[in-house]
């Protein structure tokens, strides 16, 4: 059974992270990576994407609304309100299932004080228009750029080019440190602020137990015992192609945590590899692209001009989604049917047809970098029998 998910660690780059989490300045080093990478002064380790952005809105302290896509992971909107925020969503393009420059313009109300500009599924949205709509005194734009690490808008990194920007380790996302999320920006003022926030911090979680935690993973999602994963997985939680999730209301304990420097030195171990990771990406999402090309029931997402995606999966949209999911099922196949929710149905927000939509028909084909060429076009190939 092909897994819907591997994380991109190996057994040796556990042992190894390990051996190195107690070295002194090895976090040091993962900071000035990926301020190097994407051209900015500060870098802050956290234990994930939503702590960063808890973190940064904090700091920037100017609570009001919040515009994001209204289709997107709902720890999201939760650390939004965490922060004593308001989220206010927008309905994506169905077709990018990102936001377009028009709708946010026209969602731009006076209370906003943060954009997030999202690049779902690690495809970059259209970040040029929009930072030349915002005035920048007035409004924070902030790149959640958590599954999107090393995607390319017009040969730049994304994460770049807001006035801040989130990345996120967590096992599914194009580096896997198996938790993990960091925190960019070259302001000065809220690196300051968001220095002070972090005296503030827990400790970090507890490395043997993350070490634990991603040797198990990496066992049950070997194409060996994922069958029985899966069996134990729908025992447990069941599956459910579309539903209504309930928004977490009051911040879990020990939120506002900093990264372990176990998970600190997987990341940096994999970023050494991080070329080679995208770019097997890139090949897996264009075997599916070649092979399913004018498939009647499959369409794919279109993808903004002069944009590298990061494809942490490949979004392909199908009318009946259960039917789909089945169909691969049988071929031996595990699609990814995350995000299987509107935030907007969450919130009890009405009219936001295209991310209910989005929820309903779209499910991501594997692009793990440990994936082979010969798996993704038998997977193809199943997919067009469809
Ligand atoms: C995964 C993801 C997040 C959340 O990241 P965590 O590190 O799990 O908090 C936020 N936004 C997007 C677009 C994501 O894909």
Redesign the pocket.
């Known amino acids: 059974m092909i897994s819907r998910s591997v994380p991109t660690y190996t057994y040796s780059d556990l042992w190894h992270s390990l051996k190195r989490r107690s070295q002194q300045g090895s976090d040091q080093v993962l900071r000035s990576r990926l301020a190097e990478m994407h051209h900015v002064k500060y870098v802050f380790l956290l234990d ?4 960063a952005l808890y973190a940064l809105l904090k700091a920037y302290n100017r609570p009001g609304g919040v515009l994001m896509p209204a289709y ?2 709902i ?2 909107p939760e650390a939004v309100c965490y922060a004593g925020y308001t989220p206010v969503f927008v309905d994506i393009d169905y077709h990018s299932l990102n936001l377009t420059t028009k709708d946010v313009r026209q969602a731009l109300r006076r209370d906003i004080t943060v954009i997030l500009a ?4 690690g495809i970059p949205c259209e970040l040029d228009e929009l930072s030349g709509i915002l005035d920048p005194d007035r409004v924070l734009l902030v790149e ?1 750029a ?2 999107a690490l090393g995607a390319e808008y017009q040969c730049q990194p994304v994460g770049s080019f807001g006035n801040a920007a ?1 990345l ?3 096992a ?2 194009v580096v896997a440190g198996e938790a ?2 960091a925190l960019l920006t070259n302001d000065d003022n809220l690196a300051t602020k968001v220095t002070r926030l972090l005296e503030t911090a827990v400790p970090p979680v507890d490395s043997w137990q993350l070490f634990a935690k991603s040797f198990a993973r990496k066992m049950v999602t070997s194409d060996r015992l994922y069958s029985l994963t899966q069996f134990g997985y729908r025992a447990l939680h069941g599956e459910e192609m579309f539903e209504i999730v309930t928004p977490q209301n009051h911040i879990p304990q020990r939120f506002l945590a900093n990264n372990s420097p176990f998970s600190n030195a997987l990341i940096t171990l994999q970023l050494d590899r991080l070329k080679w990771n995208l770019s097997r990406r890139r090949k897996l999402a264009q075997i599916y692209q070649e092979f399913l090309a004018g498939h009647p029931k499959l369409t794919h997402c279109r993808i903004p001009h002069r944009c590298l995606p990061a494809w ?1 999966q490949y979004p392909i949209f199908v009318e009946d989604k259960k039917a789909f999911y089945k169909h691969m099922q049988h071929a031996g196949v595990d699609l990814s049917w995350t995000y299987r929710y509107s935030c907007a149905d969450s919130y009890k927000k009405e009219g936001y047809p295209n991310a209910k939509k989005a929820a309903q028909t779209v499910v991501g084909l594997p692009t793990y970098p440990l994936l082979l060429d010969q798996q993704a076009r038998a997977i193809a190939r199943s997919a067009s029998l469809y």
């Open positions: 994930s994407a939503r702590v997107t992971c720890v999201v999202t690049h779902l599924f959640d958590a599954a989130i996120s380790f967590q599914t996302k993990g999320g942490i």
